[in-house]
């Protein structure tokens, strides 16, 4: 099955793209005025991210569930676990991740289409599909959701749904 990913990027590696990301939202959240806690959170998900590129993969995620519970509500945290579990397969923990993400920032639509993907990497179509609906919904022009949501309604057999899905996808300017 061909999976188009929010998690796939072209050119640097992926858990690079999303350290830049991390940094991002991190940085962000400092500038507009947040706690200690808050900056405690950031340089404990900058220690996780620096000990997964280094291949530690269990301290990273100690790090990161710390960042969570020194800033509660802190989704760089919840975005850097949930992206290191679907770098090592653990879905269900991704699953669990963006899931917390979501709740805590439900603006923003990539964690949801993440989730998705996350689901559909894990085999879980219903719950995939279910979740790019509600992207597509929202966003009805969100190519990747509607290549992903016509991938699993062909591996279902539904050819008309993929088509229909399929054609938007590649019409769709990103």
Not at 108 to 124: I, N, S, V
Request: proline share 5%; charged share 25%.
């Amino acid at each position: 099955m061909c999976i188009r990913s929010p998690h796939q990027q072209d050119g640097p590696g992926v858990f690079q793209v999303r350290l830049v990301l991390s940094f991002a939202l991190a940085f962000s959240l400092t500038v507009t005025g947040c706690a200690p806690s808050t900056a405690e959170a950031e340089r404990l998900v900058q220690s996780g991210l620096t000990a997964a590129e280094a291949g530690d993969t269990d301290r990273a995620f100690e790090l990161f569930a710390q960042a969570a519970m020194s800033s509660p509500r802190y989704v760089p945290a919840a975005i850097a676990a949930a992206e290191l579990a679907v770098d090592t397969g653990d879905y269900a923990k991704a699953d669990e991740q963006f899931t917390l993400a979501i709740a805590w920032d439900p603006a923003t639509l990539l964690w949801l289409e993440k989730r998705a993907a996350a689901r559909q990497l894990a085999g879980q179509i219903e719950a995939s599909l279910a979740d790019y609906n509600e992207v597509i919904a929202r966003d009805p022009d969100n190519a990747t959701a509607r290549y992903n949501r016509g991938a699993l309604a062909a591996q279902r057999g539904d050819r008309r749904a993929a088509i229909a899905d399929l054609e938007r996808a590649f019409r769709t300017p990103r």
